[in-house]
């Protein structure tokens, strides 16, 4: 009796698949594209990047109906602002929010009457301290959520110790900034947090995410103090084990120096008008930009154009580059119910497009009757992007030669892509 023939399934489908799954060692390798290692560089020859600002109403965490809606509302809104490079989020207090309910309707356990739960929760909350209280502001609650995301990983837990307000931010997006650097990233900015260890009169230590390192600044600073510092790339590896050299800079720098975006920063104002009144920039804000579904100008105009209301008569460059732009948006009701709530501002509702150098229906075909407010941010800063972006350069760049024109903004290296480890503020376990 002769031996039967082992069948070969090399022609199976399912084989294959499988046989190239085995063969793939690398857990993050993507068979359909390669991952962005970085956010490509953006870099002006005239060396002037206009800041971006914008300003959301706290209000709008309240119409959320649970806590962990509203942390995914303000993730939703962080996720804007770095994908469009703003610089600066206010957070404002338009007047019109309501209190904030402390329980969340999510429970775990055995399931209990709603009376039970509400009395349980409340006795804990009440033997926690004052700085270990959930917020009921909605505006404080968002200006928290925004700041957490926006800090890069390995520094969270020096600025952001346990709060109820982050009981949800593991349901947050990661930004995946460039200044959320992933381990092992070789990168010449980090953000730091300085320790408490002594470094002589000539400087300090600074906890940059570096791996069993500590850097040493040029500066004496205050320990807790977060700072940005610069390093040479070389140092990665011919420092010595424990330490490399650093030197601090404005958080700026990475984006004047290399085009490199560099996080945002995140304030509250008290009202509307407190929104220009406690501008940080010298000479203010020199575009002010109103969102509004009764807006005067629609975005679809072919003549549209980011600049003042006078300067659009003419045709000079200089009237129509800015340095320092902000985009409001209004809560549930709009900018206008913000600026009649607001006791201290000479104008009523109906005249709030004075306020500002431009007044824009973003959406105007839309096919609901309402436009959420981080609809709204996204939808406005993607339309608005191009136009911020020329900045003023299109009128130039239109009576330049040629080559003139593809010299007035460049990108500072080729894109480049990894297939490395995934963020470590993924939620994915798929690190090895």
Not at 5 to 27: A, C, F
Not at 32 to 49: D, E
Not at 97 to 103: A, F, I, N
Not at 150 to 172: I, N, S, T, V, W
Request: hydrophobic share 30%; proline share 6%.
């Amino acid at each position: 009796m002769g031996f039967m023939k082992k069948r070969s399934n090399d022609g199976n489908p399912s084989n294959k698949r499988r046989q190239r799954s085995k063969g793939n060692n690398h857990p993050n390798q993507h068979r359909f594209g390669r991952v962005m290692a970085q956010p490509p560089k953006l870099k002006l020859n005239s060396g002037q990047y206009p800041t971006v600002s914008i300003a959301v109403p706290g209000s709008v965490v309240s119409n959320a109906q649970t806590r962990e809606l509203q942390t995914q509302l303000a993730g939703q809104i962080a996720r804007a602002a770095v994908v469009f490079r703003v610089d600066e989020v206010i957070v404002f207090d338009d007047g019109l929010g309501s209190t904030l309910k402390t329980l969340s309707n999510y429970k775990r356990g055995p399931r209990r009457s709603e009376g039970e739960d509400r009395i349980s929760e409340q006795s804990q909350d009440n033997k926690k301290p004052d700085h270990l209280q959930p917020s009921t502001d909605p505006h404080a609650f968002l200006a928290r959520i925004l700041q957490y995301c926006e800090c890069p990983q390995y520094l969270r837990r020096k600025f952001f110790p346990m709060h109820p307000d982050l009981q949800f931010a593991g349901l947050l997006p990661p930004l995946d900034a460039p200044h959320h650097l992933r381990r092992g990233d070789v990168a010449s900015f980090r953000e730091g947090v300085v320790v408490d260890k002594d470094a002589g009169e000539d400087g300090s230590y600074v906890d940059c995410g570096v791996p069993n390192t500590l850097v040493q600044i040029d500066r004496v600073l205050s320990p807790g103090l977060r700072c940005t510092v610069q390093l040479d790339p070389k140092s990665y590896a011919t420092s010595k084990k424990g330490s490399m050299k650093g030197v601090v800079v404005s958080p700026t720098t990475p984006r004047d120096q290399d085009g490199i975006y560099w996080g945002y920063t995140t304030r509250m104002a008290s009202s509307i008008k407190a929104i220009f009144d406690e501008c940080p920039y010298e000479g203010g804000y020199d575009m002010k930009v109103g969102t509004s579904e009764r807006g005067d100008v629609s975005i679809d105009n072919p003549k549209f154009r980011l600049a003042k209301k006078e300067s659009l008569k003419k045709s000079d460059v200089d009237e129509e580059r800015f340095n320092h732009l902000i985009i409001v948006f209004g809560g549930v009701a709009g900018i206008e119910e913000s600026v009649d709530a607001d006791e201290s501002m000479p104008l009523s509702g109906e005249d709030s497009k004075k306020m500002f150098d431009v007044w824009v229906n973003i959406a105007p075909y839309q096919g609901s009757r309402t436009i959420r407010t981080e609809e709204a941010v996204f939808i406005t800063l993607s339309r608005l992007s191009p136009y911020i972006s020329k900045n003023g350069m299109a009128s130039e760049a239109e009576k330049a030669s040629p080559m003139k024109q593809k010299a007035i903004v460049k990108k500072t290296d080729d894109v480049e892509f990894s297939d490395e480890a995934v963020s470590e503020e993924s939620s994915d376990d798929e690190e090895s």
